[in-house]
């Protein structure tokens, strides 16, 4: 994949597990969308990716 398909990914990933973060009570569910946002913003943050616009 080219970069701009990755940090569009990337972006989508971290609007997506923004939203089920609100949307859920299961403990073990937040658990999870946590670890798995926090590793998606550290991913963004080695690839140097700056928010879309709007964004930051």
Known sequence: MTNATDQFI?????????????????GAHRAMLLRLLASELAHGRLMAWKPPPGRE
């Open 10 to 26: 990337h972006y989508l990933n971290v609007k997506n597990y923004n939203a089920q973060l609100l949307a859920t009570q299961d």
